[in-house]
Every structure is written in structure tokens, then in C-alpha cells.
């Protein structure tokens, strides 16, 4: 695995945000017993903090996906010595002939 700054910072990123939900939803010892029913999980009343939480995710699926290759993709393919153009001409030619507009179609 090639461990570069932007890997290990989502690494430590994910530890601390999975540190910080693991205190904040902790259900101490003696918390709430629920039975396998409707009934007792209406019971339930959702904490205070969990109905004032802000959770978001962003997501993007373009052309770069196809190849895998990284955010820079679209750009790099036409640096020559760059992975990324290395990786596109070894896998679909040279970007004069296979261009980034053309990767989404193969």
C-alpha cells in the first residue's frame, strides 16, 4: 500500500470522528433494554444532540472514475511522465487520439 499524505490524513481523520461518535453514542452500563418488539422500541425518545447532529456526505461520479486513477486524472493524462499519463497510454493510447472526453465512452 503507498501511504501518501492525503491517505493518512483520511486515516487520522476517520480515527478521530470514530473516537469522537463512539463517546457520543456510548450507551453506559444499565442504559436502555429494549424487548424484540414495535411496542418497546416506540418507547424509545431520540437524545437531544442526536436530533440537533448535522451529518453530511459528498459524493462526485464522473468520467475520472472510469480509470481509477485519481482526482487529477483528466488533468495528469496529459503530463507526459506522470502516473496518470503513463497509466492512459498504456491502457487506452496516446491522449492526442483517446482524449478525457473519450474515457467515459470505452
Same mark, same amino acid.
Given at each position: =500500500?503507498?501511504?501518501?499524505?492525503?491517505?493518512?490524513?483520511?486515516?487520522?481523520?476517520?480515527?478521530?470522528?470514530?473516537?469522537?461518535?463512539?463517546?457520543?453514542?456510548?450507551?453506559?452500563?444499565?442504559?436502555?433494554?429494549?424487548?424484540?418488539?414495535?411496542?418497546?422500541?416506540?418507547?424509545?425518545?431520540?437524545?437531544?444532540?442526536?436530533?440537533?447532529?448535522?451529518?453530511?456526505?459528498?459524493? !462526485?461520479?464522473?468520467?475520472?472514475?472510469?480509470?481509477?486513477?485519481?482526482?487529477?486524472?483528466?488533468?495528469? =493524462?496529459?503530463?507526459?511522465?506522470?502516473?496518470?499519463?503513463?497509466?492512459?497510454?498504456? !491502457?487506452?493510447? !496516446?491522449?492526442?487520439?483517446?482524449?478525457?472526453?473519450?474515457?467515459?465512452?470505452?
Amino acid at each position: =500500500m503507498h501511504l501518501t499524505r492525503r491517505s493518512a490524513l483520511r486515516v487520522l481523520a476517520g480515527g478521530a470522528a470514530a473516537a469522537h461518535f463512539t463517546r457520543a453514542v456510548a450507551i453506559p452500563k444499565g442504559g436502555p433494554v429494549f424487548d424484540p418488539t414495535w411496542e418497546s422500541l416506540k418507547q424509545y425518545k431520540c437524545p437531544e444532540w442526536f436530533r440537533n447532529a448535522k451529518f453530511g456526505i459528498w459524493s !462526485h461520479w464522473g468520467p475520472q472514475c472510469a480509470p481509477r486513477q485519481g482526482d487529477w486524472y483528466a488533468r495528469n =493524462m496529459y503530463i507526459q511522465g506522470t502516473r496518470q499519463y503513463n497509466y492512459h497510454v498504456q !491502457h487506452f493510447g !496516446h491522449p492526442s487520439k483517446i482524449g478525457y472526453k473519450d474515457v467515459i465512452l470505452l
